[in-house]
Nanobody, 128 residues
Framework: QVQLVESGGGLVQAGGSLRLSCAAS????????MGWFRQAHGKEREFVAA????????YYADSVKGRFTISRDNAKNTVNLQMNNLKPEDTAVYYC?????????????????????WGQGTQVTVSS
């Protein structure tokens, strides 16, 4: 079992920054790829960013590329999402997820089905 707990969400003005963190407990965190997804009210969940188990490979949705940075600290069992230049359209509940089945290779990193453990989410609201 893996438990994931997100933190760092909140209310920020457009152009501002937030840093989300996801703390993992349970099985060997450093062996698994991690991802961030978001779901705005009334919309489907969408991929935001992902990072390989080693941290060497990162992936981003086009909508956040250049503004968001995903990183991980395997010693602390955390994965972070630094979000800069936030826009009102970034408003959503943000979820972290982990892939303990090693399915993230190739082009699967953006698929929700690749990840088998999910956190409860943290709300990010960007005001205009």
């Amino acid at each position: 079992q893996v438990q994931l707990v997100e933190s760092g969400g909140g209310l920020v003005q457009a152009g501002g920054s937030l840093r989300l963190s996801c703390a993992a407990s349970g099985r060997s965190f450093s062996s698994y790829g991690m991802g961030w997804f978001r779901q705005a009210h009334g919309k489907e969940r969408e991929f935001v960013a992902a990072i390989s188990w080693s941290g060497k490979n990162t992936y981003y949705a086009d909508s956040v590329k250049g503004r968001f940075t995903i990183s991980r600290d395997n010693a602390k069992n955390t994965v972070n999402l630094q979000m800069n230049n936030l826009k009102p359209e970034d408003t959503a509940v943000y979820y972290c997820a982990t892939d303990t089945r090693a399915l993230m290779g190739g082009s699967n990193y953006y698929r929700g089905g690749t990840y088998n453990y999910w956190g409860q989410g943290t709300q990010v609201t960007v005001s205009s």
